[in-house]
């Protein structure tokens, strides 16, 4: 299931959040939006629902804009399936192999 009630509304909040914030760089924007995805994701999460951020849709963004009647000044930059997750499914059981987090990071000052 996609919430395009929640695609939304992160997107307008990313560009209240963002006219707040003039005085940061261009670059940073981005990484606000990112933000508040994760938010709703964690706060989803915390109400027992799964949730899956789906970028693609950034990419065909001109059709979800039209079908879903958002203004040309707004654009889509991703999308969220947000619901509950079907652990029957063979797709929610795939496991795929992971690099150990000591490859590609280390911890300085921390101790086990």
Do not use: W
Request: charged content about 20%; proline content about 4%; hydrophobic content about 40%.
């Amino acid at each position: 299931m996609v919430s395009t009630t929640a695609t939304t509304a992160a997107h307008r909040i990313g560009r209240k959040a963002n006219a707040r914030r003039t005085h940061l760089p261009a670059s940073c924007a981005g990484f606000i939006r990112e933000n508040i995805a994760q938010n709703i994701m964690i706060a989803a999460r915390g109400r027992g629902l799964d949730t899956c951020p789906q970028q693609s849709f950034a990419d065909v963004y001109a059709v979800v804009q039209k079908e879903l009647g958002i203004p040309e000044t707004q654009k889509v930059i991703c999308g969220m399936a947000l619901g509950y997750a079907d652990d029957g499914a063979a797709q929610n059981r795939l496991v795929t192999e992971r690099a150990p987090v000591e490859t590609f990071a280390s911890f300085s000052g921390f101790r086990a």
